[in-house]
């Protein structure tokens, strides 16, 4: 752990002297409901941070994700880039945020949009997951600016749609389009809500399929004349639940995944439908008499960076196959809806010793590395930008993501702007190893 130097002492406090500014930022952004779905006021937040950062010395770039899906002249995916050129070639260290929110919900007692102070509180839907995360980070990168003008390489902030929703119109698609390159980008820093003391280092993977099973149409009064599919998948169920749960429950990953029990492989049945579909209004007891031709059934498998996607996909075939073998008539069909490779960046990465270092001398506490269970953008930077010095690290309380009455806290969003500061100090200001 390094000594806190003047040098030090002098950008923490020109962000603590920030504080008001990094309170106004915060609720400027939440007050702009970028909700996701649809995909709302994208080009309003982004003319937003490109008037504050171009006033700060950053080069900015608008770019619409013409075509990603969601996109529309209605709701069009806006994304914006900016970049600050130190004075010496070097590295480059990049913030990535999404600036997409998702509904509100009910149970709200604040206004979601207001972004009402309460002591030490920010509440709005966004404050945690993750406009305060964005915040922190440009307060952060203003101070480090600030304090050591000569430093070397440049910085990167952006601002990307629809994370919430897969992150296709916003860092996939500035990812196929190179702003992740490693040629162009060295370090990146994600401020989710991950508490200012943890180091998120990647996540799990997701396979997700339906899986149909067919059967053959008749009356319901002679069952014997059909072949009904929901009895098939049934059977499938059985398999699921005897056999397949408990290998997954057996195996546990050496990532650091919270909460504990996202540490093994985990399955969940998303839907299942079979027969006639219920009418709009409900049930009500009136569907024709027949043996139902199809069922469908969507799971979703998380696994474990210990496992293989094709053993994944094989594990799941398997299964059907020997369903097959026990049923005569048994046919199905699967298709692959989505699939996200695991991530995980390396504890000795640049980027992960750099913001450990630097919650040591911030925080004086021992950081802890976690997974996250679900996926968020770093999957995009690690499988199509090819960067894998990437982690998640922000403010913010991660069980308040997506709930009523979110907040974030105005003291652990200064605390981790001074860990980014840090943490670029280490990475773009190498001099001061030598002090
Ligand atoms: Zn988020």
Excluded at 370 to 398: E, F, M, N, W
Aim: glycine share 8%.
């Amino acid at each position: 752990m390094t000594e806190v130097t003047t040098d030090d002492s002098h950008v923490f406090s020109l962000i603590d002297n920030k504080r008001d500014d990094l309170v106004e930022l915060t609720q400027d952004l939440i007050r702009i409901p970028t909700l996701n779905p649809p995909g709302d006021c994208y080009l309003e937040i982004c003319e937003y941070l490109e008037k504050r950062l171009s006033k700060s010395g950053f080069e900015t770039e608008l770019i619409r994700a013409k075509d990603s899906p969601g996109d529309s002249d209605k709701y069009p995916r806006w994304n914006i880039v900016a970049r600050k050129e130190g004075q010496k070639s070097g590295e480059c260290v990049h913030f990535n945020s999404h600036t997409d929110v998702v509904e509100v919900g009910k149970g709200w007692t604040k206004d979601p949009f207001g972004a009402e102070i309460e002591g030490d509180l920010i509440y709005g839907r966004g404050t945690c997951d993750m406009k305060g995360g964005l915040a922190a980070s440009i307060i952060a990168a203003e101070a480090f600016i600030e304090a050591y003008p000569d430093f070397a390489g440049s910085i990167e902030i952006s601002g990307t749609a629809d994370e919430e929703t897969g992150g296709y119109g916003g860092v996939a698609y500035l990812a196929e389009k190179g702003y992740f390159s490693p040629s162009r980008v060295q370090h990146v820093i994600i401020p989710e809500p991950l508490n200012k003391d943890r180091i998120c280092l990647g996540h799990r993977g997701v396979w997700w399929a339906e899986i149909e099973t067919k059967g053959r149409i008749a009356h319901g009064a002679m069952p014997f004349l059909g072949d009904c599919a929901v009895r098939h998948m049934g059977a499938v169920l059985n398999k699921i639940e005897d056999e397949l749960m408990p290998a997954l429950y057996d195996r546990k990953t050496s990532m650091p995944v919270v909460p504990e029990g996202a540490r093994h492989s985990t399955l969940n049945i998303n839907s299942l439908h079979g027969g006639q579909a219920e009418p709009e209004e409900g049930f009500t007891g009136f569907l024709s008499s027949c043996v139902p031709d199809s069922a469908r059934l969507v799971i979703d498998r998380r696994y474990l960076i210990e496992e293989e996607e094709e053993d994944v996909r094989e594990e799941i075939i398997d299964l059907l196959e020997r369903v097959k073998r026990e049923r005569e008539t048994f046919e199905y069909d699967i298709k692959e809806l989505w699939k996200v490779t695991p991530t995980m960046a390396d504890k000795n990465a640049p980027v992960v010793q750099a913001v450990h270092q630097a919650i040591g001398s911030v925080l004086k506490c021992e950081p802890s590395y976690v997974v996250s269970p679900g996926t968020y953008d770093q999957k995009h930077i690690d499988r199509i930008g090819k960067l894998k010095d990437c982690i998640a690290y922000g403010p913010g309380i991660l069980d308040l993501a997506h709930q009523p009455d979110e907040y974030i806290s105005i003291k652990d969003m200064l605390d981790s702007a001074k860990v980014m500061a840090q943490t670029v100090k280490t990475l773009l200001y190498p001099d001061h190893l030598n002090e």
